[in-house]
C-alpha cells in the first residue's frame, strides 16, 4: 500500500504527482494534501521515485 508521509508532504501547492500518476489515483484534498485512489492505484511506484520531497513511501 502507498502512503503519503503528512510529516514531509508541504501540501502548500498542487501536487505535481497527479500528473504523474498513469492511472489517475491522486488526487488533491481540500486541505492540499495528496489523496491516493486505492481502486485505481496499481502500486507501479512511479509517484514515490517522482515524488520531490519523498513524501510517498510504500507500506508493508
Do not use: F, T, W
Request: hydrophobic share 35%.
Amino acid at each position: 500500500m502507498i502512503a503519503v508521509d503528512r510529516n514531509k508532504c508541504p501540501h502548500d501547492h498542487r501536487c505535481p504527482l497527479m500528473d504523474i500518476c498513469p492511472e489517475g489515483a491522486i488526487s488533491q484534498g481540500a486541505d492540499g494534501y495528496p489523496i491516493i485512489d486505492y481502486s485505481l492505484c496499481i502500486e507501479c511506484g512511479i509517484c514515490i521515485k517522482r515524488c520531490p520531497l519523498r513524501a510517498i513511501k510504500q507500506l508493508n
